[in-house]
């Protein structure tokens, strides 16, 4: 908000909103296949199997790619914000004993590898199907964070006792490294809308009546209102209250030191929310994987014997060998990688922008198309081939700008 401006700034959010939703929209109808409302009986449980049933093997080697580039980014980019998180609330409790002028500096590499063990614990979760309490608690610490971030953001104005801020957005040295800010910002907006590529992950979980399409439309509509409203009210406030020293991060940037307890607490809902959203964006890739080495080993006990533990009587716990060792090499991975760029604005942008138009935009325009059998000539064809062509420019250039913002602070 704060590299765009109070105009660009606003109207970028519900632009990709929009783009969001039409995606969504999009989806529903590809649940179903080869027709949307009758199916007969194809369920595309996930998004690849929609690409591959309804485009072909060549869009689903390529979906299968961007899906997997989707979620390793997602983990790497929650692993690196959890870790910001967990050494906020030490810095702010550090002000809070020492005051805000102390020199309270800590490193992020321990509060990666911390969060790592614990996504190592947590991804031993069989599927998404046994997810729901997690997904409950991860929203819940959603609301929470947004709403104390807002707040804190709306009292700071109201103590200020004005709007900061401009049309234009932060000044910047030279009209270039304006541009590249200004890509970088776009990106960080496109990573604020990821929920596609789960989208019929969602979808399938559901149960008719009313028809799935139905329920996902309406809850599409709800879920995207309620997240730009929030990045609106995060992303206002912050920038009203602060003007040209606007933080990255608006509960970790300390512009706010008081009340700490409360910085603390929005602080430690974040890494509960990651924890939880970690495993929804990681699942669908353990499944994925884990079905092809199911089919490529079908007799090794390895991979298919589950062993029962009872670490409390009441709580029987079956252990894979398999998924115990491949999702903590995985973990591992993600951490590392993690360890290696842990800049937050400038690897959120780049998440965003490397999968956003093949996700959101391409492959569902185009399985609509397909599945509509909408002759290229027709105008709804060339309208939704106008929109994918626009959409591929913008991110283009969020990307090529994030890109080079990862590397200026990889050397900096």
């Known amino acids: 908000m704060a590299q765009l401006g109070w105009i660009a700034g606003p109207l970028t959010m519900l632009s990709f909103a929009c783009v969001t939703l039409t995606s969504a929209f999009l989806l529903c109808n590809c649940y179903l296949s080869p027709d949307s409302d009758t199916g007969p009986d194809n369920r595309n449980a996930s998004y690849l199997d929609a690409v591959l049933n309804i485009l072909g093997e060549r869009n689903a080697w390529f979906c299968g790619i961007i899906a997997r580039i989707n979620f390793i980014k997602v983990a790497i980019v929650y692993t690196i914000t959890s870790a910001i998180s967990i050494r906020a609330i030490q810095k702010s409790n550090c002000y809070h004993d020492q005051g805000h002028e102390a020199t309270c500096r800590y490193g ?31 929203a819940v610490m959603s609301f929470t964070y947004s709403i104390i971030g807002s707040a804190l953001g709306l009292a700071k104005v109201i103590e200020n006792g004005e709007i900061k801020g401009s049309i234009t957005g932060l000044p910047s040295s030279t009209a270039a490294e304006k541009l590249w800010l200004v890509a970088q910002a776009l990106g960080d907006i496109a990573f604020a809308f990821p929920f596609s590529l789960i989208f019929l992950e969602i979808q399938d979980t559901l149960k008719a009546p009313p028809p799935e399409k139905i329920t996902m439309k309406k809850v599409s509509i709800m879920a995207v209102c309620i997240t730009t409203f929030f990045n609106l009210c995060c992303g206002g406030f912050g920038y009203a209250a602060f003007g040209n020293s606007t933080p990255g991060n608006l509960l970790t940037g300390f512009g706010f030191y008081e009340p700490y307890w409360l910085v603390d607490f929005a602080n430690a809902c974040v890494v509960l929310h990651l924890v939880g959203g970690y495993q929804i964006f990681s699942q669908p890739l353990f499944a994925d994987i884990e079905r092809w080495f199911a089919r490529k080993f079908p007799e090794s006990k390895f991979i298919h014997k589950n062993h029962t533990l009872k670490p409390l009587p009441m709580l029987p716990f079956e252990l894979n060998l398999m998924r115990l060792v491949f999702r903590t090499a995985y973990v591992a991975l993600i951490t590392g990688i993690a360890v290696l760029f842990p800049y937050f604005n400038q690897v959120v942008g780049v998440s965003g922008a490397i999968t956003f138009w093949p996700v959101v935009v391409y492959f569902p325009v185009e399985m609509y198309l397909t599945q509509k059998k909408t002759e290229s000539w027709k105008t709804k064809a060339i309208v939704l081939r106008v929109y994918t062509t626009v959409c591929l420019i913008v991110i283009l250039y969020a990307f090529v700008g994030s890109i080079r913002g990862v590397i200026v602070a990889r050397f900096s």
Request: glycine share 4%; charged share 10%.
């Open 108 to 138: 992020s590499t321990r509060y990666m590898v911390i969060f790592g063990l614990i996504q190592v614990i947590v991804s031993q979760i069989p599927d998404f199907q046994n997810m729901k309490w997690l997904s409950i608690v991860a």
